[in-house]
């Protein structure tokens, strides 16, 4: 019995961002009476948070390099949509040519960043403070403090638009995505077949393994997720365009950090600077690639972001720094660096999207939000520290 | 007057799944020097945690006994109320403070409310300074102090606080012969005026030299307790008793197969990045053959460390000029990644701070520096990650509950056997070793030389730099001396001694004098 306590508390610390994530998704279905997990409204809210999700993705790497953060990205991303909007409605220039101008000018201000940060030596906090105060003041210089609006819908499919289906087919009469479906069943055997070539791999080298109930049930739990969730997008509109946008990116980043050399590359530098260095590892051409990439990935939640807003706002993007910031403390990262995964990052900012969604839905005023989310924030984070400290005694 | 004034009785302490401690019991006359040794993970660290409440009272069995009062330590404040006190290795100090801020840091003193009386705190510190011989302002900050005086700054802040017993931890790993000589009368004084101290050290002749008392640890457990003048000590009884066996030689032998030059350094010429007119390495000269162990000696600040680092492609110092050549041929190293891929390694003598990611495990660190060679296309192939990784601590025998082990938790020796690993798989042609076995016990330090054989065997080139004179003397073909940055000596090791080192030293210090 001591056993099966132990080895559960090792597993519940595994999964414990899962776990969590799941239990608020069920507390709020309660809450709002089971809007929360309707086809229409699983869709909306993978539309409504994907730029925290995209900007979690990029910042988990800045907090990986000893706890850097980026508090730069919610002005960038109201200063790409600017651009974008100003080049699309004022200079007429084709929207292909528009998002690759404004991806660039993200690139540019992560080649910015990175070189005070990586170069000169400036603290990263300072940089992006300063990041944050430059990219809101140009924002609201571009726009002259109006909005720019309507875009063309060529421009918010991106963050908007769903995936048409391949055929006309409907389920009882209702209209049924099959293209949706069909995605979901295989991205759940794919999930499947991973699992077990992991778990035989792990007992070939004699590693140790979950028993096999809790393998099955996790296994069993998550297939359930995805197949439910991927029925309720068939039997709304489809995939929408904005879940293929972070699914690439949670495919390529995780591939990315945990595969390759310059991923690995990142986590020893988190890990300790001196002896990475001293491993022949770059330290600062990682630590400036780093921001570079969060300065792409920043415009790319710009674009999604004005898009699903239609329109670009003086106070566009405004604290949302914040959000991405929590999203990947909740999924797990450590603030010294070195520890965090991008699908934690990815949990994070699910959970704060449901938070944020399920208190609209609500009515929870906009002021008390904030107070509960800096609340869950707090506890998420105050839980792992017990936990760890727990472990080690 | 008692006749203990600590005693700890059948104390047993468990870890999950290991018993670190196995009913130990360890009595302490006072004003004795009483020294506790042991291989490492004997359980010499845990006892002293123990014994000043780091480890509270309820997690452990047994008794604490000091006076004849049995004691209950829940936190660390209750052990020093009752005037025990701990020098770890790493020093508690504050480098931005000033030495009397340090000395009575967490203790100041003050007329009675919330301010600080600075002439009190500073003519206490001067008077305590005297005591410890440590001739230094009170304003200077610690950061600008010698390791060996910093060592003396932490002592005089246990006295601040009237310790009865003083706990040292391995005092003088890191300071040089001086510095450690005057510790070790420091101890032999402070033991006049009353105080008792309790000193872990892996250097036997320290041990012998000073204490009056030794208990030594194995595997958790008192294997063996002498006292000076009834029980016959000598370094080989104390290693017998500590690593259950009778090392006969300490140093493994070796086929000497010594080649052709392959490593040459000319006019090496190196400044401090903190202070650019300072120069720290001056016109350095030196070679290496394949298939030798050179050593490099010289005191603590001497410049080892400087001149191996600035060698590894500039990791160390600004303003880096004279030429390497590998085989005969010009090498330009702009980085660490070049020095690697030209066949050069550097093993740090500090493996904790720039040796390991220690929140990695075993596998990821020993592969770090040669991710390369374990890729397929672009992948890291974490099949074959984990056969390198098994392969070498099956070879190196670390010792570890798998390759998946974070270093973190490794003991020294295994720490640096993964380090070694690391950089054997690396597969370099010269390997500059920087103190590798500081810290590690006998037993491992036999293992380690066993390593440095191998190579040299399979015609790798060893550059070792280390502060133990016998250990130089003992592995190495040929020995440089360093002084103030310069080399000021060469021996072939059947024509070196301690005593010829130590000479070559004094004679340069003396020239720089004139």
């Known amino acids: 019995m001591k056993s099966l306590r132990s080895m559960l508390r090792g597993n519940i610390r595994q999964y414990a961002m899962i776990i969590a994530f799941i239990v608020v998704a069920i507390i709020f279905e309660f809450l709002t009476k089971g809007i929360l997990l309707q086809p229409l409204n699983i869709s909306n809210l993978i539309q409504q948070n994907a730029y925290v999700m995209i900007l979690a993705t990029g910042m988990l790497l800045c907090i990986l390099t000893m706890g850097n953060i980026d508090l730069s990205v919610g002005s960038v991303v109201g200063f790409v949509g600017a651009i974008s909007a100003i080049l699309i409605l004022k200079m007429d220039v084709p929207v292909w040519i528009a998002l690759i101008i404004s991806l660039l000018v993200g690139f540019v201000i992560g080649i910015w960043h990175g070189w005070w940060i990586a170069y000169i030596g400036v603290p990263a906090f300072i940089v992006t403070l300063a990041g944050l105060l430059i990219f809101r003041g140009l924002t ?101 365009m904005v879940l293929v946008i972070v699914v690439a990116l949670v495919l390529i980043y995780s591939f990315v950090t945990n595969k390759t050399i310059p991923g690995r590359h990142i986590y020893a530098f988190g890990g300790n600077p001196k002896a990475a260095r001293l491993s022949g590892i770059k330290t600062k051409k990682v630590l400036f690639w780093v921001y570079v990439n969060m300065g792409v990935l920043a415009a790319l939640a710009g674009i999604v972001f004005t898009g699903r807003l239609n329109s670009a706002t003086p106070k566009g993007g405004y604290g949302f720094e914040l959000d991405a910031i929590a999203a990947c403390f909740i999924g797990g990262a450590s603030t010294t660096g070195g520890v965090g995964t991008v699908i934690g990052a990815i949990v994070g900012g699910l959970l704060m999207g449901v938070l944020n969604n399920g208190m609209a839905i609500m009515g929870v005023p906009i002021d008390l939000q904030q107070t509960i989310k800096g609340l869950v924030l707090l506890i998420a984070v105050g839980f792992d520290v017990v936990s760890k400290a727990k472990s080690k005694v | 007057m008692e006749k203990y004034i600590l005693e700890m009785h059948n104390i047993t302490k468990t870890f999950p799944g290991v018993k670190a401690l196995d009913n130990v019991n360890l009595q302490v006359k006072p004003k004795h020097i009483h020294a506790l040794v042991g291989e490492n993970g004997a359980g010499k660290s845990t006892l002293m945690n123990i014994l000043s409440g780091v480890y509270p009272y309820g997690t452990y069995e047994g008794d604490i006994i000091v006076e004849g009062e049995v004691c209950i330590f829940k936190y660390i404040n209750d052990s020093k109320a009752k005037g025990i006190a701990i020098i770890h290795q790493e020093l508690a100090l504050i480098p931005s403070l000033s030495i009397a801020e340090n000395v009575f840091l967490g203790n100041e003193q003050s007329d009675g409310g919330l301010i600080i009386n600075w002439n009190k705190t500073r003519s206490r510190t001067i008077e305590m300074l005297k005591k410890v011989g440590l001739d230094e302002n009170t304003d200077t900050l610690v950061k600008d102090l010698g390791l060996g005086k910093q060592q003396l700054v932490e002592i005089v802040k246990a006295l601040a606080k009237d310790v009865k017993i003083l706990i040292l931890d391995e005092p003088t790993a890191a300071l040089n012969d001086d510095d450690s000589d005057h510790l070790l009368d420091l101890l032999v004084e402070l033991k006049e005026h009353g105080i008792t101290s309790i000193l872990i050290s892996h250097k036997l002749h320290e041990v012998t030299k000073i204490a009056d008392e030794i208990t030594i640890l194995r595997d958790g457990a008192t294997v063996d307790t002498m006292v000076k003048g009834v029980d016959v000590i000598s370094e080989e009884r104390i290693i017998k008793a500590m690593v259950g066996r009778e090392i006969t030689d300490r140093f493994p032998k070796r086929k000497h197969k010594v080649g052709e030059v392959c490593f040459e350094v000319e006019n090496w010429n190196v400044f401090s990045p903190l202070d650019n007119t300072k120069q720290i390495i001056r016109d350095v000269n030196f070679n290496v053959r394949r298939g030798e162990v050179v050593g490099i000696a010289g005191l603590m600040g001497a410049g080892r460390t400087e001149l191996a680092m600035s060698l590894f492609g500039k990791a160390y110092g600004i303003k880096i000029s004279g030429t390497i050549r590998k085989d005969g041929k010009e090498l330009v190293l702009h980085d660490v990644s070049d020095a690697i891929k030209n066949g050069i390694a550097y093993a740090t003598e500090d493996r904790k701070t720039s040796g390991l990611i220690l929140i990695d495990d075993i596998k990821r660190n020993i592969t770090l520096s040669s991710l390369s060679s374990i890729k397929k296309k672009i992948v890291i192939d974490d099949n074959l990650e984990i056969k390198v990784g098994e392969d070498y601590r099956a070879k190196l025998n670390i010792k570890s509950s798998s390759v998946l082990q974070k270093t973190g938790n490794l003991s020294g020796g295994n720490q640096q056997k993964v380090m070694f690993s690391k950089w054997i798989f690396a597969d370099p042609d010269i390997l500059f070793l920087d103190e590798p076995t500081r810290g590690i016990d006998v037993g491992a330090k036999y293992e380690i030389y066993t390593i440095i054989n191998d190579l040299a065997e399979k015609g790798k080139s060893i550059v070792m730099i280390s502060s133990e004179m016998p250990e130089l003397l003992g592995i190495c073909d040929r020995i440089y001396i360093m002084n103030r940055g310069m080399i000021v000596g060469e021996f072939m090791v059947n024509e070196a001694s301690q005593e010829k080192i130590m000479q070559c030293i004094m004679q340069s210090n003396k020239e720089v004098v004139k």
Request: cysteine-free; proline content about 5%.
């Open chain 1, 140 to 240: 609201m210089t571009a726009l002259g403090g109006l909005s720019l609006a309507p875009l063309p819908d060529s421009y918010t499919f991106l963050a908007a638009g769903f995936i048409p289906d391949f055929v006309q087919f409907q389920l009882f009469g209702k209209a049924f995505n099959l293209l949706a479906f069909l995605a979901g069943t295989v991205a759940t055997i794919l999930f499947i077949i991973n699992e077990i070539s992991k778990r035989r791999n792990r007992r070939k080298y004699n590693f140790e393994v979950p028993v096999f109930w809790i393998f099955a049930l996790k296994i069993v739990l998550i297939s359930l997720v995805i197949m439910s969730f991927t029925y309720a997008l068939s039997v709304y509109r489809g995939i929408p």
